[in-house]
């Protein structure tokens, strides 16, 4: 979970900081990040860089762009995730439904109200989420969508990712174990490892054979028995 916070105030961004840190503490959040802006333009700027967050927590009052009007360009630029403003007066609620705000919170902020409204961006996140990952390319960072990767495979220190759509996309030259560059992709439970150099995509997976595994009906990958078994296991309990 990444989340960004954009406020001028430092010291709110600090205490924010700190509750955030607690809240994935209670909730024994491991995978849990949070970045501060002091200037909207600078999260721009990350964002278009490929930074990706799940939540950004906007003050709605800030001098050089206003929280509304970074709300609007986070939503031009792509971001579709959860936007909570920060604001001192109730006055500016109906202008943060502008960017399809998921909710605002007063200033200043009692930890309380943040972890109740944070439970439900939570179990929102959890509904709509299409994770995804970006893959260095020769051509530039790709975002890679995992729901649409067959299965990748190590040549020649190059990651190949197979699409569901026929394609491939080759990464750039690793200089890390396959396992550490993948592991991403394998801290998702649909993912497994299948020798020293595949991962397959168990949700893409329509057969398991005695020596091969077919995904989406079509495209087939050989395998030995025993690695074949073992897939068979995992997958029909998947």
């Not at 409204?117 to 509904?127: G, I, K, N, Q, V």
């Amino acid at each position: 979970m990444n989340i960004a916070i954009c406020d001028d105030d430092k010291q709110c961004s600090g205490m924010l900081t700190i509750s955030l840190n607690e809240y994935a503490s209670r909730k024994c959040i491991t995978d849990f990040s949070v970045s501060t802006y002091t200037d909207g333009n600078d999260l721009l700027d990350a964002i278009q860089e490929n930074k990706s967050f799940d939540i950004c927590i906007l003050d709605i009052l800030m001098p050089a762009v206003s929280g509304i009007e970074l709300g609007v360009k986070l939503r031009e630029n792509g971001f579709n995730g959860v936007i909570i403003y920060l604001t001192s007066s109730k006055e500016f609620a109906l202008d943060s439904y502008k960017v399809k705000a998921f909710n605002y919170i007063l200033k200043p902020v009692i930890p309380e109200e943040l972890y109740s409204t944070l439970d439900d961006a939570m179990r929102t996140l959890s509904f709509k989420t299409d994770k995804s990952i970006i893959v260095k390319t020769k051509e530039g960072n790709v975002r890679l969508s995992l729901s649409n990767i067959m299965y990748v495979e190590l040549c020649n220190r190059i990651l190949v990712y197979h699409l569901d759509n026929g394609s491939t996309l080759d990464s750039i030259y690793i200089r890390v174990p396959f396992a550490e560059a993948t592991k991403e992709l394998l801290a998702d439970k649909n993912f497994i490892q299948c020798g020293a150099g595949k991962i397959i995509n168990l949700s893409q997976v329509t057969m398991v054979g005695n020596d091969e595994v077919t995904f989406k009906d079509t495209f087939k990958v050989f395998f030995n028995k025993k690695i074949c078994n073992e897939i068979r296991s995992v997958w029909i309990n998947n």
